[in-house]
């Protein structure tokens, strides 16, 4: 998922290595890096299923980067 996350960061506009953690906190409650289940498309997908290609990144991507958006509104309204 190497490209999952180059494109998201880069999308983000990610630049600092030690902000990492911070920058990805938002995602937690909704990830299934290491267990549970993606939701791409209609269907769940095992965390273990998704795969460094193409038709994952494009459904997978556009949902973090959402998440990530709602995420910097809330903490920039509060």
């Given at each position: 998922?190497?490209?999952?996350?180059?494109?998201?960061?880069?999308?983000?506009?990610?630049?600092?290595?030690?902000?990492?953690p911070?920058?990805?906190?938002p995602l937690?409650?909704?990830s299934?890096?290491?267990?549970g289940?993606w939701v791409?498309?209609?269907?769940?997908?095992?965390?273990n299923a998704?795969?460094?290609?193409q038709?994952?990144?494009?459904?997978?991507l556009?949902?973090?980067?959402?998440?990530q958006?709602?995420?910097?509104?809330?903490?920039?309204?509060?």
């Amino acid at each position: 998922m190497t490209g999952v996350i180059a494109a998201f960061f880069e999308v983000i506009g990610f630049k600092e290595g030690e902000a990492l953690p911070r920058s990805l906190r938002p995602l937690k409650p909704n990830s299934a890096w290491s267990s549970g289940e993606w939701v791409c498309g209609n269907e769940p997908r095992r965390w273990n299923a998704l795969q460094n290609v193409q038709w994952d990144i494009s459904h997978l991507l556009p949902r973090l980067v959402s998440q990530q958006r709602c995420s910097l509104a809330h903490s920039k309204a509060a």
